[in-house]
């Protein structure tokens, strides 16, 4: 049994476990989503020209995060329930996991429902939303019951492949002015840093380690490998984010949606007139671990807490994904959740995790101080 692979006092079988090393592909296709195919607007708003920055700094806090939750794993020796319980109690600390459960499906519901307005725009203007969202929950079933390794080849494909189509975005560049982005740091260190914030909504899902983390063999020396995933993220939106700034101006950046995606346009091939179809159909592959990946933490989540059977409680989570999806009809819809997604996702990778790591050591510290005193007596 690998070191450190319990929940509790639970140990976990080692055909259940994965390599360390993937939770490389973890964190990057998890991250790497629907919000880089339009992250360049709302950055713009904020940082301007120097928005570049603004993604570097943002990648940087998510680094010291990845720290902060490999300190509450390794000191609970388990999820995010663990640690819950361990600060928490029992029942509050279901409660708080019961919250969680909800966002990550949150995340499923904001990655499903922008993938399919996507489509549904530059594709398939008359596809009715309910065809594709049919295909999409038995799909995800499929993948999802057959538990957290299949996932895992998810990811790791979803990392692959896509990145064959990614030196195709620096074609762009044949028409860019690098002076746009001169001279540098021409904002106030707020504006960058409100840049960095408006990044959030891209960068999420490196938080689901919370819940994979007792899956890893030698979980507790994977820490190099999560933060390789964070820093690859970091540079490939730094430079999908330059490549913008230098072939847009400002003004462009501030009214195109899906800046990335309009990229593809400059592509051209004498057998392909709309390479940008090719785009959207291998985002397809780019997409699906961060909504499988999701849609596994929160059946595992309801599983850990109500003590029920993961299959159903993944039935369960697909069925109120694709009810809260009935409810984004519009692209104003999809707007308002896609804000208050990036919102709740900055509070509680940013504030709420910090805070847990300074409640943790409290908790750990009045507990051993206690024990000291009662081996005294």
């Known amino acids: 049994m690998s070191k450190g692979s319990t929940i509790g006092d639970k140990p976990i079988k080692e055909q259940y476990l994965v390599s360390g090393f993937l939770v490389l592909f973890l964190i990057h296709s ?27 700094l943002a990648g940087v806090v998510v680094s010291l995060i990845i720290s902060c939750m490999y300190i509450l794993l390794k000191r609970a020796n388990g999820d995010i329930i663990t640690i819950h319980r361990q600060i928490f109690g029992k029942w509050i600390g279901n409660g708080f996991s019961i919250l969680v459960g909800v966002y990550f499906m949150a995340l499923a519901i904001l990655v499903l429902r922008s993938y399919i307005e996507i489509v549904q725009v530059w594709i398939f ?33 979803g990392v692959v492949i896509p990145s064959l189509l990614f030196p195709l975005l620096l074609l762009p560049l044949e028409y860019a002015h690098f002076l746009n982005i001169l001279p540098i740091w021409k904002h106030t260190f707020t504006e960058i840093a409100l840049g960095a914030r408006d990044t959030t909504l891209s960068f999420l899902g490196f938080e689901l380690l919370l819940m ?3 899956f890893l063999k030698q979980n507790e020396f994977t820490q190099k490998w999560a ?30 949606i899906w800046a990335t995606l309009t990229l593809f346009k400059v592509i051209e091939l004498p057998f392909l007139e709309r390479f940008e179809y090719i785009g959207i159909s291998i985002w397809l592959i780019l997409i699906t671990p961060n909504i499988a990946l999701s849609l596994w933490a929160a059946s595992r989540c309801a599983k850990r807490v109500f003590h029920m059977n993961q299959r159903l409680a993944l039935v369960l989570a697909l069925i109120i994904v694709a009810a809260a999806i009935a409810f984004l009809p519009t692209r104003q819809e999809i707007n308002l959740f896609n804000e208050w997604m990036g919102t709740v996702g900055f509070y509680f990778c940013f504030l709420y995790i910090p805070l847990l790591v300074l409640l943790q050591t409290i908790v750990l510290k009045v507990r051993r101080n206690k024990h000291g005193q009662t081996m005294d007596v």
């Not at 998890?30 to 993604?55: E, H, M, N, P």
């Not at 999409?136 to 390794?149: E, K, T």
């Open 30 to 56: 998890t991250q790497i989503g629907v919000g880089v195919l339009s992250f360049q607007r709302s950055v713009v708003k904020s940082a301007g020209y120097d928005g570049w920055i603004s993604v570097l």
């Open 212 to 214: 994979y983390y007792p």
């Open 125 to 157: 203007p008359d596809l009715p939303t309910w065809v594709a969202l049919s295909f999409a929950m038995l799909f995800f079933y499929y993948v999802v019951a057959g538990g957290f390794r299949t996932v895992v080849g998810l990811a790791f494909l």
């Open 227 to 256: 933060q390789l995933g964070a820093i690859l993220t970091t540079v490939t939106y730094t430079i999908i984010m330059v490549v913008s700034l230098v072939f847009y101006s400002e003004e462009q950046l501030n009214r195109t």
